[in-house]
């Protein structure tokens, strides 16, 4: 099967989840300087500590856009991101031959028996907010 999308982390690997929403987080407050080519990439999560491919050469540009949906509702265009035919296509057929929807493990511990009252300690909180963090920015940005 093809890699779906231009960054893969493996489904069961929630230590490197939380550490790619940390990275991403770490871009925003400066202690990590945005990659400019994939090969800076993978060096910030060899550093990080997190197990991830991309698609493409490693000279390929990487660029960081922060989009803000606060900013002057007015005057700021309207962004609707979405994929290729081709990758919707692949993405199904992917899914077809699967008998459980491929998520990432971290989202056991949110729907562990009644999702509404279960209770997560301020760690499992921080954790699973940056591994949502990273998983929508593969996901849903990419």
């Not at 007015?74 to 991101?81: E, L, S």
């Not at 997560?120 to 954790?127: A, K, R, Y």
């Amino acid at each position: 099967m093809p890699q779906l999308h231009n960054i893969e982390i493996r489904l069961d690997d929630d230590e490197s989840w939380v550490n790619w929403g940390k990275l991403i987080y770490k871009w925003h407050t400066g202690d990590e300087k945005k990659p400019e080519k994939l090969s800076d990439l993978e060096e910030q999560w060899q550093r990080n500590g997190i197990k991830a491919t991309f698609k493409g050469k490693p000279d390929r540009e990487v660029s960081v856009v922060t989009y803000d949906p606060n900013e002057d509702p007015d005057n700021r265009a309207f962004i609707i991101t979405i994929p290729p035919k081709y990758m919707i296509d692949d993405d199904q057929k992917f899914l077809m031959t699967k008998k459980k929807y491929p998520i990432p493990d971290f989202y056991a511990q949110i729907y562990k028996d009644d999702p509404a009252k279960r209770v997560l300690s301020q760690q499992e909180m921080e954790d699973i907010g940056y591994a949502r963090l990273g998983e929508y920015v593969i996901n849903e940005c990419m």
